[in-house]
């Protein structure tokens, strides 16, 4: 009992609450690919891939397409031997969000399979985690105003991104701090930065006295010495986020002393080279985030399940299921605010 | 349901069928240390640890003492929430065989309170593995006695130790290799030579026309410039062991070039750190084998368990049980001849 029946893909359509503006694109929804595997028991999974043109250079119709192939490779598998279905899927690596839906409704089923949470197959190292929440790219007056938001909402951690405009940027900065005293900030350029205004901006913020937690992904992806020269010579934590798919991606990151922080996402690496991440981030002495793409709740909630087992982050950007208009809430997991946990 | 109610230390004294003789220690039989761990739902998990004072550092009636530490780190505790265990265990690094003991103990628990055997916790990557068998050291009749008997047994890949005596080592290998064709070799120096030694044995052995699979720790455990060397000027993949305990050092030897292969031993890193090697060798391309040092068959248990449910190894070198006075068989897999397995 465990065996894969059937396997379905489904297109899933979400707005956004309000259009999401980060460097160089706006959105105003995101179509979804849900997979649902059926066992030889009855028992279901699920998993989500929220394909990202921009970071993985996906397409949905064109993930949508490897339907087919996906069943041929997977039906008939045992989700209780869920590694070798991981080993397979890691050959797709160029759909990594469809590798990573696939993994996570490996888990999801074998989790149904034996009654144990996936949270707990992982290590159940936590029970509570909490998320961030995100101040687009605006007006100065509306990046107030969302901060003031999410501030007032209970959030302490706000993730504000930036890289259009270094004076703009400095100035949203500036506001939002003073309306949101206490907050700790994560700061994404989402590669909107040459290293050497990266290195400007941190300075600049620095001076005024504003500390940010962490600086996402301040240059080009692949400009892995560009990140270097930013983290020697910012005052504070520079993370690679789009220089960050797989654990050959993060083990250059290491070998090269290019960052203190890795932002893993299951839609960049799926289950499997996230969990080799996490084990390589930590025996180099550096430090974690986790990230989302545009996943509703049920592809949130695989990278809930993934943070609580693992207890491996110390900061969370699980946001996207707030910002978008979705029906129905279908996490295995409880939201209270910022607050995401199982109960025991 | 889950909470570890009780913990219980017990030494078990064991003996080699014949003394075990490696470079400069000749071993007539092995003090362990079982732990019993016992869950409110009743549920007993199992773990063995093997101390080394060679490897580790260890001996045996100190880390027995450690029983009040563990019982007050652990008691109360929940299996399902495994890796805070890990965590805490993490902190005994001085005791490495004692921690992984616990660790395979927190997953044997864990396993027994789901009704999932541990390789399908792990990933259930594989069904069967072969193991190797061991050679000591010898005069060169009895050494080629030892290795026409492993071969007859069935076993396709010999472990030869080697690095008291260069000349008598090279001629053993030239004499096995006659009378055991077809069989891979791994050539285990522990330490024994220098590192121009160790090149000028993988040389001299080359130009015999004999293949050695893995060239096992043919320098010291701190020279990892030596290790480097010989993997540069050896035509055979150079393996750290004793170089290699926790997933620091790994990293370590990774980002130093210096090995083809890493020997994981739970005894050296428990399962905590195992997992991070597995992960890291992985993606630094490099390739794995897995080594015991004088468990009975519930240490090798884990191991076995560990390497089927990863499926990160090439060679498996799991042959303590074989070759100690054990009464009752004790292990969660089956074993005809070489093969390890389970029946799904």
Do not use: W
């Not at 250079?57 to 008939?76: A, C, D, P, Y």
């Not at 005293?181 to 400007?200: C, L, S, W």
């Not at 020697?232 to 993060?250: C, L, Q």
């Amino acid at each position: 009992m465990g065996k894969i029946v059937d396997v379905k893909f489904t297109l899933k359509e979400y707005r956004y609450d309000k259009p999401f503006h980060i460097v160089g694109n706006i959105s105003s929804g995101t179509t979804n690919i849900e997979i649902e595997l059926i066992l030889d028991s009855g028992a279901r999974g699920y998993g989500e891939a929220s394909p990202s043109f921009r970071v993985n250079g996906e397409k949905v119709e064109v993930l949508f397409e490897m339907q087919n192939f996906v069943r041929e490779t997977i039906m008939g598998m045992d989700v209780r031997n869920y590694r070798r279905i991981f080993d397979l899927t890691d050959k797709m690596f160029a759909t990594p969000s469809l590798k990573a839906a696939i993994q996570c409704a490996v888990l999801d089923a074998f989790s149904e399979e034996i009654g144990v949470p996936v949270y707990q197959i992982l290590g159940g190292a936590k029970n509570t985690i909490e998320t961030d929440k995100t101040v687009s790219i605006d007006t100065l007056e509306n990046r107030i105003k969302e901060a003031t938001d999410i501030f007032k909402d209970g959030f302490r951690v706000i993730k504000v991104k930036v890289g259009e405009n270094l004076s703009e940027d400095i100035e949203a900065m500036e506001e939002i701090y003073k309306v949101t005293k206490g907050a700790k900030y994560i700061v994404d350029a989402n590669m909107g930065y040459t290293p050497k205004q990266a290195v400007e901006f941190a300075k600049r913020i620095y001076r005024k006295g504003i500390d940010i937690s962490v600086f996402e992904q301040p240059v080009l992806a692949t400009d892995i010495s560009g990140l270097k020269f930013v983290r020697f010579n910012s005052p504070f934590p520079v993370a690679a986020d789009e220089s960050a798919h797989t654990k050959y991606d993060v083990l250059r990151l290491i070998r090269e002393e290019a960052v203190d922080y890795v932002n893993i996402k299951l839609m960049k690496s799926g289950i499997s080279d996230a969990l080799a991440i996490v084990e390589m981030v930590k025996a180099a002495n550096l430090q974690l985030m986790l990230g989302c793409m545009a996943e509703s709740s049920i592809g949130v909630n695989q990278s809930v399940h993934f943070a609580l087992g693992t207890g491996a982050f110390d900061f969370h950007d699980l946001d996207s299921h707030l910002m978008l208009n979705e029906e129905t809430f279908r996490g295995k997991f409880k939201q209270k605010g910022p607050k995401m946990f199982v109960e025991e």
